[in-house]
């Protein structure tokens, strides 16, 4: 279980890390720990579970700046592929997740502004989607990580949101497909992200939301 491997590593440098960041990588290893346990026995669960892992690596909590998801794992991902020097990432997207990622690419629902046209009876999705489209396939061509992952997390944030805010029934076979391999897909990723924060620790990966307080 990758889980217990990086749980294990984490004691060993917890003592060299930031408190700050050092909490913000065990609990994003508990969310993976629950994201493994469930991965076979129920997709559902095991892709939220996957995606709140996911959420206590990138999120800044800021009282100065006002956040959205989508900026701070924009930000996010833009210091992960920089650290990420044997392109760990990349090889992921594009030698074993490919396919997956081109049916992402092409699957209108979800993709955030195709919603936003069904509740205004409007089309401004599609020019909108197009562009996307082809700035997500360039960025797969040319070997743009960075912005290729950003897009990829974007439209998996939208599965996210189907599922956490009731928009989906339970092990629906509607979204079987997506959330399936959006699960697998974050639980490889999820380990080379957390391997990659435990090693740059001289990068500023911001405030944790909820910090630990001692009483």
Known sequence: MEAESLHDTLREVRDKLDQNHAVRLHRAISWLRCAERYCDADEDIALIAAWIAFNACYAIDDQHVSHDARTDFNEFTRKLCEADAENRIGN???LKYSQFVRLLIDNQFVFA?????????????????QKNRQRALHALASNEISILLSIILDRLYVLRNQLLHGGATYQSYLNRDQVRDGKNLLLELLPVVIELMMKHKEIDWGNIHYPVIED
């Open 92 to 94: 992921l997207l594009w």
């Open 113 to 129: 502004p195709f919603w936003s046209s069904v509740r205004t009876g409007d089309s401004d999705w599609e020019q909108k989607f």
